[in-house]
């Protein structure tokens, strides 16, 4: 089935640095969505991508959709405290609308 | 407009005992989905609902486990019998259809925990 791994597992920063991660899969996908997700909280969009070879910002966030189709960048710019929290790729199954395949996160901790 | 809103937050069951999860949607979404996330994990899809229909529903749905939304608004979960292995959060969340959006709204969830 359709599977998406994320990079990498988990994140140790510096508050101030960029942080890159990224999401891959053997299938191809026709929308790459980035969601974070608080402790305790449901996952929130932070930016949805539908074209391949989409760059598409959202403040410091910055997303790409892999020319293959099968790839999907995030970078956080300047990162603060607050960014810390689990982020997700997701796209939805080819089989059916709306379902949502999920990566396994990355988690990001920033250090003051 | 005040989101998805999920009842309980917590619960915590023995084993064997039948629980009971309430969802009520953004009031104008007519699309409802069930995601289950244990830890270290992204969300598993469930099942979702469009208006009282529902559409499909996964192979992680066992036969312990049904949802309805009998109206086409808020939705129930139950599971019954539960199993250790059922100590999840889980997650609603809505959308409209017939949208080129994906991106739906997803609730704070209920965090089961079987003992």
């Known amino acids: 089935g359709q599977q998406l791994n994320q990079s990498p597992q988990s994140m140790f920063i510096q508050e101030g640095e960029d942080v890159s991660m990224n999401c891959t899969s053997s299938s191809i996908f026709n929308t790459w969505l980035w969601y974070k997700q608080d402790p305790g909280e449901g996952p929130v969009l932070l930016i949805a991508l539908y074209k391949a070879g989409e760059l598409t910002s959202n403040g410091r966030l910055t997303a790409q959709f892999g020319i293959t189709r099968k790839d999907s960048f995030l970078n956080i710019s300047a990162s603060i405290p607050s960014d810390v929290g689990i982020y997700f790729c997701a796209g939805p199954r080819s089989t059916s609308y709306g379902k949502l395949t999920f990566g396994q996160g990355t988690i990001l901790t920033v250090h003051p | 407009d005040t989101g998805v809103s999920q009842n309980p937050r917590h619960k915590i069951t023995k084993r064997g005992q039948n629980v009971t999860f309430r969802c009520d949607p953004i009031s104008e979404h007519n699309r409802l989905y069930w995601y289950r996330q244990t830890l270290g994990q992204g969300p598993e899809f469930l099942t979702y609902f469009q208006n009282e229909a529902q559409l499909e529903k996964s192979r992680l749905l066992s036969d312990r486990f049904s949802a309805e939304r009998p109206k086409g608004s808020f939705s129930t979960l139950e599971i019954q019998r539960t199993e250790q292995g059922d100590s999840a959060m889980y997650l609603c969340?809505?959308?409209?259809?017939?949208?080129?959006?994906?991106?739906?709204?997803f609730g704070s969830g209920t965090r089961l925990t079987v003992v």
């Open positions: 969340a809505s959308s409209r259809s017939g949208q080129f959006n994906y991106g739906y709204t």
